[in-house]
Nanobody, 125 residues
Framework: QVQLDESGGGLVQAGASLRLSCAAS????????MGWFRQAPGKEREFVAA????????YYAGSVKGRFTISRDNAKNTVYLQMNSLKPEDTAVYYC??????????????????WGQGTQVTVSS
């Protein structure tokens, strides 16, 4: 009953920045923990970043820590992923995910109940 819509992906050069957005339907957005995952060709889907229901708890994969920032605006039913200093290895389809049962955050894809369709991020060398 929750629909997620990612946007903001694109083709950029290494070192550039992108801001991904994930718009959620429904009136209970503030009760959902949110996460970003990505999947590159030939690789499994991997955790990128997560944020708790109130925005006070965040967690990042080691590969993006210090470069990416996850945030949310509950009034706009939107979660963001600010990506700076992009590298070619960041190239992947990025997915937004939501869970109504996670108290703070989770790095496990299996704990999320709803997923967006993904947005492509391509970083050239």
């Amino acid at each position: 009953q929750v629909q997620l819509d990612e946007s903001g992906g694109g083709l950029v050069q290494a070192g550039a920045s992108l801001r991904l957005s994930c718009a959620a339907s429904g009136r209970a957005f503030s009760f959902y923990a949110m996460g970003w995952f990505r999947q590159a060709p030939g690789k499994e889907r991997e955790f990128v970043a997560a944020i708790g229901r109130n925005g006070g708890s965040t967690y990042y994969a080691g590969s993006v820590k210090g470069r990416f920032t996850i945030s949310r605006d509950n009034a706009k039913n939107t979660v963001y992923l600010q990506m700076n200093s992009l590298k070619p290895e960041d190239t992947a389809v990025y997915y937004c995910a939501a869970s109504g049962s996670i108290l703070n955050y989770s790095t496990s894809a299996g704990r999320y109940d709803y997923w967006g369709q993904g947005t492509q991020v391509t970083v050239s060398s």
